[in-house]
């Protein structure tokens, strides 16, 4: 049995410009999730982000219920879940990652 890359065979079933399509529309996706969505994609319970966050259940709650927020809950909740936080400042076609934020 001939082994095959995925890279190959997706060249054959897809085009170029189909690949660079989906890999936007999946950046997209994952950059609109809102916390609540990214906790469960993570798969972890309020309690457990609360508790590896060190905050309390209600605290992670809310914090997932709001429209505005700090950066500093946002990176505490992002690592709370495993992740790292990233900051993008973005003009037109430049993306620009902030440092020290």
Request: a neutral charge; aromatic letters at 6%; proline letters at 1%.
């Amino acid at each position: 049995m001939k082994v095959h890359r995925w890279n190959d065979i997706k060249r054959k079933k897809l085009s170029l410009k189909e690949i660079e399509e989906n890999a936007r529309w999946v950046e997209q996706e994952i950059v609109e999730m809102n916390l609540r969505a990214l906790r469960e994609f993570a798969g972890k319970t309020q309690v457990e982000v609360a508790q590896a966050g060190e905050m309390t259940q209600p605290e992670a709650s809310r914090a997932e219920r709001r429209e505005d927020h700090l950066i500093s809950t946002l990176k505490r909740y992002v690592e709370a879940l495993g992740g790292e936080l990233e900051v993008f400042a973005v003009f037109d076609d430049k993306r620009i990652k902030l440092k020290g934020v």
